[in-house]
């Protein structure tokens, strides 16, 4: 059974701080994972993607991924309020995800 | 911009109705995908499809038959819809050959099955 694993939550930050979001994933046969964004009663939107080991930056974000620890995360600089969504981590699998359950980031003004 | 679209954001039938929730992308996508998502599961993928006609089994098939007959447009049904059928549905769609699969996805739509 291919499996993503993310903490629930709720992660709670203040505006401005760095909120750093993890997840773990059972297979070493995937190659990509992703990042995506859920607001509530709106559908996944895709904010990174990541296939090779170390770090990748775009804006506020930064994915990381280490391969030989199967550990994918996502930092958010800046925190905002409109950061506020539950985020979806995704590995996959051929041309299939896996998605985790998702874990809920509150940013408090 | 990928584009992909759902027939109704929300829909409520009776236990026992034939249900059909339609998707239509605008990208060529050959991959099209069925999630229903549930608080605390995550997204589970029902069926998907890599080409015209074809169509694979995901995790969570039961209940659930699915039609391609265009590229463009993939149709979930429900042929005897129950109660805990109620959930949101996601459509996605996806490039092979893309080297990282990006999935799409459309709006959803929120079924209630009385």
């Known amino acids: 059974q291919k499996e993503v694993e993310q903490n629930s939550g709720p992660l709670s930050v203040p505006e401005g701080a760095i909120a750093s979001l993890n997840c773990t994933y059972s297979d070493r046969v995937s190659q990509s994972f992703f990042w995506y964004r859920q607001y509530s009663g709106k559908s996944p939107e895709l904010i990174m993607s990541i296939y090779s080991n170390g770090d990748k930056e775009d804006g506020r974000f930064t994915a990381q991924l280490n391969k030989a620890s199967q550990y994918v995360s996502l930092l958010i600089r800046d925190s905002q309020p409109s950061d506020s969504a539950t985020y979806l981590c995704a590995a996959s699998y051929g041309n299939k995800l896996v998605f985790g359950a998702g874990t809920i980031l509150r940013v408090k003004s | 911009d990928v584009k992909v679209t759902q027939s109704s954001r929300y829909l409520v039938k009776r236990t026992g109705e034939k249900v059909f929730l339609e998707c239509v992308q605008d990208m060529d996508h050959e991959n099209m995908f069925w999630y229903r998502q549930d608080p605390g599961l995550g997204l589970r993928l029902i069926y998907f499809?890599?080409?015209?006609?074809?169509?694979e089994k995901g995790d969570i098939p039961e209940g659930y038959s699915v039609s391609r007959e265009k590229k463009e447009r993939f149709s979930l049904i429900l042929e005897s819809a129950s109660t805990n059928q109620t959930s949101m549905y996601l459509c996605?769609?996806?490039?092979?050959?893309?080297?990282?699969?990006?999935?799409?996805f459309g709006p959803g739509t929120r079924l209630t099955v009385l």
């Open positions: 996605a769609s996806s490039l092979p050959g893309d080297r990282f699969d990006t999935q799409y």
């Open positions: 499809s890599y080409d015209v006609k074809m169509k």
